[in-house]
């Protein structure tokens, strides 16, 4: 199994610029989380979906900040416009319900750099 | 206040020693106790975890549990430099959603 996959590894744009992160989770699994992670305030949960469907999404930090999950196989990011704050490692993580006390697995995340 | 306190460190010890992380946590209602290990520029992978109060012994890591104090350890025995991480604690009602401790970076010198 490739585990969970993210792409972009690496994003460099400028303030204004509209940034998608993508996310492939482990094929079976049906929750998918979008975490946040700066030295400042850590690990955030922004949100996670449950079979496609947004569950709680009381971490957004903003509208400018919105996640959708067309199929089961495929989950984005998307900031529009980007502010130089949202320079963070972003990660998405999968798990299914019935494994290791839901366990979830983590991609390798994507670093983001807003100038 | 947040929901789980955790020393971000850095810490850094000898090869060797044992090694102790802590975290508190303010909702009475967790009762399963994650703790999670990334390394450097890699996602957080599930390390060992703990079910209400006690302890849990895997190799070199014991993880602790006091539900009275509201306070989780992770001690390390004989720590090797290839413990040297981020240990992410992570305190759970048992549903999906995890809420993680800030981290403590931790590097063991050899």
């Known amino acids: 199994d490739a585990g969970v996959i993210q792409s972009p590894r690496h994003e460099v744009t400028e303030m204004g610029q509209e940034v998608t992160l993508r996310c492939k989770p482990i094929?079976?699994?049906?929750?998918l989380f979008w975490y946040r992670q700066t030295m400042m305030r850590g690990l955030e949960l922004l949100i996670y979906?449950?079979?496609?469907?947004?569950?709680?999404d009381s971490g957004m930090p903003e509208d400018r900040f919105s996640a959708k999950m067309p199929n089961a196989s495929f989950s984005t990011l998307k900031i529009q416009p980007s502010e130089p704050r949202d320079s963070a490692v972003y990660f998405c993580?999968?798990?299914?319900?019935?494994?290791?006390?839901?366990?979830?697995?983590f991609g390798p995340g994507t670093r983001l750099t807003v100038l | 206040q947040k929901e789980v306190e955790q020393d971000p460190g850095p810490l850094s010890v000898p090869e060797g020693a044992i090694v102790s992380l802590n975290c508190t946590y303010s909702n009475s209602a967790f009762q399963y106790f994650m703790w999670y290990r990334q390394y450097s520029r890699k996602g957080p992978e599930l390390l060992m975890y703990?079910?209400?109060?006690g302890n849990k012994e895997d190799g070199r890591f014991t993880a602790q549990v006091d539900k009275s104090s509201k306070y989780i350890s992770l001690f390390i025995r004989d720590s090797q430099p290839s413990d040297s991480a981020t240990y992410l604690c992570?305190?759970?009602?048992?549903?999906?959603?995890?809420?993680f401790g800030q981290g403590t970076r931790l590097t063991i010198n050899p």
């Open positions: 992570a305190p759970t009602r048992g549903a999906q959603k995890l809420v």
């Open positions: 993580a999968s798990s299914f319900p019935g494994g290791a006390l839901n366990e979830q697995f």
């Open positions: 094929s079976g699994h049906d929750y």
């Open positions: 979906f449950n079979n496609n469907v947004p569950i709680d």
């Open positions: 703990t079910y209400s109060s």
